[in-house]
C-alpha cells in the first residue's frame, strides 16, 4: 500500500523494556477503516504494541506513522481493578470521553450531558448515570467504557482484549458497536484471543508472536500452520536478548 494512504505504518518497529526486545521488526500499513484483529499467544507484544502507539513506550528500533487526523487515537487498555477503585458516578466517568472538549473541570453543557446519555443509551446502560462504578458487574463496567470510548470520537480505536472475562450477550452487544464504528469509517485493531470472533467478524488480522508471522485476510492468516509457528516462536524467545539488527529489514 502507499505510505501516504495507511493511517497507521509500522516500519521495522522493534519495542522492548530494558533494552531487551518484546517484539521486533514489525512492518505493516494499515489502510483507514480497517478492521484488524491482533492476534498471538501470551507474551506475543500484543499490548506492547499499543503501549507503543499511544506513546507510553518509546521505539527501540525503527519506527512507526499514525495519520488518525482531527479525531485521533482512543485506545481501551484491559479492564483492571483499577478501573473500579475511583469513587465516581457511571455518568460522570463516560463524560471523561469528552475531555478533549471541556477540559479537566469545567462543567458539561447541555448539549454535551445529551450527548453522554446517548452514549449510555447505546451501550445498553440508561438509567445507571447516577450508580458508583465499583457496583457494576465486569460486563456492565466494560459497557461503560465502551461508551466513554464513543464520546471520544476518534477515528483510530485500539483495544486491548475487550471481552475478557465477558459474559456472552455483552460480548455481542459490544461487538454491534465495534461493527457500527467500522461501518462509520473509523479503524480498529483489537487484541482478541477468541479465534472464531476473530473468524466470524474481523476481516484482517495482524499474527504476532514476537515478530509479525503474517498480516492480510483472516481466512489467509489464522492457518493451522501459522498458529502452531506462532506458538512455538513465542515459547522459544529469549526475553533477555539485545536488540539485533536484520539489514533486510532495515532495507526494505
Ligand atoms: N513493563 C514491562 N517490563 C518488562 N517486560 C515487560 C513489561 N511489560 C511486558 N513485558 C514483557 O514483554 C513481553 C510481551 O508482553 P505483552 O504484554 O506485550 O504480551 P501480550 O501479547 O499482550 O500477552 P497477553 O496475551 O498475555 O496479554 C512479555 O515477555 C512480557 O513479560
Not at 84 to 94: A, L
Not at 145 to 151: G, I, N, T, V
Request: with cysteine; hydrophobic share 45%; charged share 20%.
Amino acid at each position: 500500500m502507499n505510505a501516504r494512504e495507511a493511517i497507521l505504518e509500522l516500519d521495522n518497529l522493534t519495542l522492548g523494556y530494558d533494552r531487551h526486545p518484546a517484539v521486533h521488526h514489525l512492518r505493516c500499513s494499515i489502510a483507514p477503516g480497517a478492521l484488524v484483529a491482533i492476534v498471538g499467544p501470551n507474551g506475543a507484544g500484543k499490548s506492547t504494541l499499543f503501549k507503543a502507539l499511544t506513546g507510553e513506550l518509546p521505539p527501540l528500533q525503527g519506527q512507526f506513522r499514525v495519520h488518525a487526523g482531527k479525531g485521533g487515537i482512543a485506545y481501551l487498555p484491559q479492564q483492571s481493578e483499577l478501573d473500579r477503585s475511583f469513587p465516581v458516578s457511571v455518568f460522570d466517568m463516560v463524560s471523561m470521553g469528552l475531555w478533549r472538549e471541556i477540559g479537566a473541570f469545567r462543567g458539561l453543557k447541555r448539549s454535551q450531558a445529551e450527548r453522554v446519555r446517548a452514549a449510555l443509551a447505546a451501550v445498553g446502560l440508561s438509567g445507571f448515570e447516577a450508580r458508583q462504578i465499583g457496583t457494576l458487574s465486569g460486563g456492565q463496567l466494560q459497557r461503560a467504557r465502551f461508551a466513554r470510548m464513543m464520546l471520544q470520537d476518534a477515528n483510530l480505536l485500539l483495544l486491548d482484549e475487550p471481552f475478557n472475562a465477558i459474559d456472552a450477550r455483552t460480548i455481542e452487544d459490544l461487538v454491534a458497536l465495534i461493527l457500527q464504528w467500522h461501518a462509520e469509517g473509523r479503524t480498529i485493531l483489537a487484541v482478541l484471543h477468541d479465534l472464531t470472533l476473530v473468524q466470524r467478524h474481523f476481516p484482517e488480522c495482524l499474527l504476532l508472536a514476537r515478530e509479525c508471522l503474517g498480516f492480510g485476510p483472516t481466512a489467509e492468516i489464522l492457518t493451522p500452520e501459522r498458529l502452531a509457528t506462532a506458538r512455538r516462536l513465542a515459547g522459544e524467545f529469549d526475553a533477555t536478548a539485545p536488540v539485533c539488527h536484520r539489514p533486510e529489514a532495515e532495507a526494505a
